[in-house]
């Protein structure tokens, strides 16, 4: 069968002509359905689309004067989205006379990233910005 030949079927039957590599010496081309080759590929990457996975950011806030009990509460919680496969960003607002005693909420923070720190890995570290401090926690690899 002759390059005519495969060129009259495809005539016959309303097939397309779609170059691959064009730059190619000599460049290559192929003999299909366009219509059908661009629906498996929307098909295709619809199905690439389904199967990835988003990493989503949950916020959390802490207290320079937390208590033991809301700290434990707050570890808790970061626990499960930690596990689950997501990041933790820990913010700790600093108001009025607070901000003269850094120091404590970096205490509390340095203690909340060291009970977390057998499943998650510290992402961007603490770091204070205007009154907020805040740093990112992301899960281990397995």
């Not at 389904?50 to 033991?68: A, C, G």
């Not at 340095?110 to 720190?117: A, E, G």
């Amino acid at each position: 069968m002759s390059r005519f030949d495969a060129l009259n079927k495809a005539y016959d039957q309303e097939l397309d002509l779609l170059c691959v590599a064009p730059n190619a010496q000599p460049p290559v081309c192929k003999i299909l359905d366009y219509g059908r080759y661009r629906f498996e590929a929307q098909k295709k990457a619809k199905e690439a689309k389904k199967n990835q996975h988003n990493t989503e950011l949950k916020p959390l806030r802490l207290s320079p004067v937390i208590d033991v009990n809301d700290f434990n509460t707050k570890f808790k919680q970061a626990k499960g989205w930690i596990e689950s496969g997501m990041k933790v960003k820990v913010d700790m607002r600093f108001r009025g006379r607070m901000m003269t005693r850094q120091e404590v909420g970096l205490k509390v923070m340095n203690d909340f990233i060291s009970q977390l720190s057998d499943i998650a890995n510290v992402d961007k570290q603490p770091k204070l910005e205007g009154n907020i401090m805040s740093c990112v926690l992301m899960p281990k690899k397995k």
